[in-house]
């Protein structure tokens, strides 16, 4: 097993030398131009704040946060109550939170993630957390959740006579609780909020986002980086189609799996 | 502003006592003995295990993790080569890793994933962290990698005279660097090393992981758990169908975003 260990060519063929090349050799100047332009410096861009609180969905802040951090000079920050690790609803992992609320005060954008039942209650429990998002809010360029954070933003009263959407599972509770009208889609805009159906649903805001904070192209360049061409093995992942028994199965999964 | 920032309904319609009422009032026996089954025990499951590194892109352990983490009695451990916060290859994000390759020997599933130029060749050299691919790969039941995270295997000659997939900007420096024939597809199982395409289709590969480790019903209900419905606002993510001015924009993309 004899195996060349180090190299020095490039494992993505895309390095800004080998971009400039291929540029150059093709002739198309206005990629020659885009690949000579200087590299945006961090900070330039977007800055992207992500909440997190005990017992959030792993993906729900993750996969935002590797789409939007694509963008042309984008800051992707994780924020909590307090700096550090924070869990996962399952226990399992811990994404850790670079800033506290209160070293935080322009975004913008806030993406507010869903989490578990233990998590969301306490989340619309926590009046420092809401009151935080609030005053957030006032200054964002967007507002947005995913998944069950849609419930909280609605605690925060920033989706009062608004359309929105959830995880399919919660539709019902947003609607019955607070003045919200559910819209079962993969993301609804409602003026500079934007909420995301469940979980993986904010890969696809994300890239809408992407599409309003800088431009389509870079939102479809974007996908490609990310290779965002979905084939899922199976066709189960559409509340709307899925027979009682699986809903069943699905819920209880996930209340298996909560820490 | 007044809303009820605490409740005693819960956000998720179906916890257990839930499921269990409505299965009983639909009188669905199968459902309801389901339903009445005891929790599987955490560590009674699958026992994944994810390698993070210097570098790593987000979305390729996290995707995988929310999904696999839905396993009945799974667990899923964040694992490098020591303890500790593991940056993303933007250095936006940091997920913590709870064990070190030392202390860690039998995996039911490896996972590797893939990451920026910087981390995949550094990784590519680290001879220790191949060394214990290598150890833990024969006793895994499934060893697995998303996006570049298959060169990494490769590194490691887990690949050799294999069929695979990897990052679509890859493809070429794996088949040149090492005996492997790529495949571009969403993943590719050869015996039990399941490769993915580029970071997102961690997602797919996961789920078709799932319905080996558990079953079809099993990997339906927890893609129905996590909505995953894909409905993205563009059709870019597919390379052989993108053109080389959008390949170098989303390459340069990537390029600029790195720490």
């Known amino acids: ?3 060349p260990t180090t190299t020095r060519r490039d494992v993505l063929r895309g390095t800004v030398a080998t971009a400039a090349l291929t540029t150059l050799a093709t002739g ?3 990629a020659a131009a885009h ?3 200087p590299r945006p410096r961090p900070g330039t ?3 992207i ?3 997190l609180y005990d017992g959030y969905s792993l993906l729900d802040p993750t996969g935002p946060a590797e789409i939007l951090s ?3 000079g984008a800051t992707v920050t994780m924020i909590a109550e307090e700096r550090g690790a924070v869990r996962t609803d399952t226990g399992d992992v811990t994404v850790v939170a670079d800033r506290s609320i209160a070293e935080t005060d322009r975004l913008d954008v806030l993406l507010v993630p869903g989490g578990g039942n233990r998590g969301v209650l306490a989340a619309m429990a926590n009046e420092k957390l809401l009151s935080w998002i609030r005053a957030t809010h006032r200054h964002t360029r967007w507002t947005t959740s995913v998944c069950t954070g849609s419930v909280v933003l609605a605690a925060a009263g920033l989706l009062d006579g608004r359309r929105a959407t959830t995880y399919w599972a919660s539709a019902e509770y947003l609607e019955s609780t607070f003045d919200v009208t559910c819209v079962p889609e993969r993301y609804v805009r409602s003026g500079r909020i934007v909420t995301a159906a469940g979980v993986s649903a904010g890969l696809d805001m994300a890239l809408y986002l992407a599409s309003r904070i800088a431009d389509e192209d870079t939102a479809r360049a974007i ?3 990310v290779e965002y061409d979905p084939r899922p093995p199976f066709d189960s992942g559409d509340a709307a189609r899925a027979d009682a028994r699986l809903k069943e199965r699905a819920l209880r999964l996930i209340e298996d799996s909560q820490a």
């Open 28 to 30: 198309t100047t206005a």
């Open 1 to 3: 097993m004899t195996h």
């Open 49 to 51: 704040g992500i909440l």
């Open 45 to 47: 861009g977007p800055h």
């Open 70 to 72: 694509r963008l042309p």
């Open 223 to 225: 996908q490609l980086a």
């Open 35 to 37: 690949a000579a332009a």
